[in-house]
């Protein structure tokens, strides 16, 4: 037999339980134009997005020189990296809003790693590790085509 006490703990655990599942549900099903963490507003992981053009590998934002767009905050190693940004941020935003390029191909979303990248006909594509890179590059062409067809339908 439970006590009264033992049952309003039961049903408010179950009511916390219930409010988080839609909580996450309706999270799942509505991804942000950009990624960031769940508990960021970092586009990039806080990586310097021109970098990856002007100096062909990641490098860390300052947050002395930060903007937001589509939502986000974005970091870059200098005032001149955040002008060339905000001159033509679709130049130098990673596609598909910085989600896994390979997860969005496959009609999905995922986070990204920032040193898993690849510049791809002036474009970057960011993905999720290590292995699922070495996938992506074995057939990138053919997944960006997948990826294009895809977005932003798999955040909607």
């Known amino acids: 037999m439970t006590t009264p006490r033992k049952s309003t703990i039961t049903a408010v655990w179950a009511r916390l339980i219930m409010a988080l599942t839609l909580l996450f549900s309706f999270q799942a099903m509505a991804e942000d134009d950009v990624y960031t963490s769940f508990f960021s507003d970092k586009a990039v992981s806080g990586y310097d997005p021109v970098a990856y053009f002007t100096e062909g590998k990641p490098v860390k934002g300052s947050d002395k020189f930060t903007t937001e767009y589509k939502d986000a905050t974005w970091y870059f190693k200098s005032a001149e990296h955040k002008k060339l940004f905000l001159d033509n941020p ?3 935003a990673p596609q598909y809003g910085g989600y ?3 997860a969005v191909a496959q009609g999905d979303t995922a986070s990204a ?6 510049i791809e006909d002036g474009k970057l594509y960011l993905n999720y590790n290590e292995s699922i890179q070495n996938k992506w590059l074995k057939d990138k062409t053919n997944l960006i085509e997948k990826g294009d067809q895809n977005w932003p339908k798999v955040i909607n």
């Open 90 to 92: 679709e130049k130098y």
């Open 113 to 118: 790693d920032p040193h898993q990248w690849t």
């Open 100 to 102: 896994c390029a390979w």
